[in-house]
């Protein structure tokens, strides 16, 4: 009974929201996009950096230097390699006036 009273009551304030206007909608998604992604992500890199306990070198500078290179492996290589092995149709034309 308990999650069913939730569901509906989140259904409704969604509906209360979405029917503020789309000025609304878009500020709530800014806000989630902060809330529920960027700053747990961050979160996530940071906690990334202290070594546990389990680490079985106990050296903390290779740990850093392991977590540090599988960071610039996601973070680097693989946008290099999908930049390198785009379609024709993904690029996108600037305009000239753009350029100037």
């Not at 709530?28 to 990334?48: D, K, Q, R």
């Not at 379609?87 to 100037?100: I, R, S």
């Amino acid at each position: 009974m308990y999650v069913e009273i939730v569901i509906i009551t989140i259904y409704w304030v969604a509906v209360f929201v979405s029917s503020q206007g789309t000025k609304t909608v878009a500020g709530l998604s800014s806000m989630g996009l902060i809330v529920g992604t960027l700053i747990p992500g961050a979160l996530l890199v940071v906690l990334g950096f202290v070594p546990p306990s389990q680490y079985g070198s106990g050296n903390a500078l290779s740990y850093v230097v392991l977590i540090g290179g599988g960071m610039g492996v996601v973070g680097l290589l693989i946008p290099y390699l999908f930049l390198r092995f785009r379609k024709p149709g993904w690029k996108t034309e600037v305009p000239q006036e753009a350029l100037a």
